[in-house]
């Protein structure tokens, strides 16, 4: 496949829930051309840098903070290297690359932002489940619980979003699943099931699906207090009867006009 020449910049890439084949096609070619790749390892696993180059160097940042990360990506960059900055899942969801952003630019450091799969669309393909089912549910909420690293607003409070019954995908959670659990059951029906997915793309992926009012049990008895997330909507039944309009024989659009033949 052709490669993108590279330029000194800062690439901040998500690498998607953990399946190098879920990279897409532009991640996968500047990771195999950095110079210098900063991975999280605690939620990236080093399979996703397979193909990174054999000299290229490759620092885990689980356990530095961004005092110590940022000043060394602008002197890499400002000495002519290539230097990826390598996120779990998407950058829109819970990544902390706002404040990354606001100090690369008040140095006048390049950088570009690649998106990636997150983890409840990879999760949702391997259940085989579409979240938006005709009559049934048509809008998806992605949130997370109030936690000792970040608060969430009074007005995204969890029941709140749960009166909307919605296809819910809930991340961070699973150490506060007893309080999450009880919010949600204020608005949806105990049975509604509940998937509950770990490690989603890697390895030693596990899912679950489970109804609403064992999610907390469940999750304690499988020990899981990390990389966990949860899909709670009604689409995840077996549902028999439903069929968007979308390619309907009776539906016209721009370019399917009313009277054509289906023949």
Known sequence: MPLIPLKPAVYIIGAGPGDPDLLTMKAYKIISQ????????S????????NSRPDAQLIPTGNKTLEEIIP?????VKNNCSVVRLHSGDLTLYSAIHEQMQALSEANIP????PGISAFQAAAAKLA?????PD????IILTRISGSASAVPDAEELSSLAAHQASLCLYLAAR????AQEKLLQHYPPDTPVAV?????????KIWVVPLLKMATFTQQENLIRTTLYIISPALRAVKEARSRLYHPEHSHLFRPSGRSHS
Request: proline share 4%.
């Open 34 to 41: 950095a110079d210098i790749i900063l991975y999280a390892d």
């Open 111 to 114: 950088f570009e932002l690649i």
């Open 43 to 50: 939620l990236v696993p080093k399979q996703i840098l397979q």
């Open 72 to 76: 060394l990506m602008i002197d890499w």
């Open 136 to 139: 049934l549910v048509q809008t």
């Open 176 to 179: 506060h699943v007893e309080k």
């Open 129 to 133: 489940t579409e979240l938006t089912i």
């Open 197 to 205: 997915c770990f490690r989603v793309g890697w390895p030693d992926e």
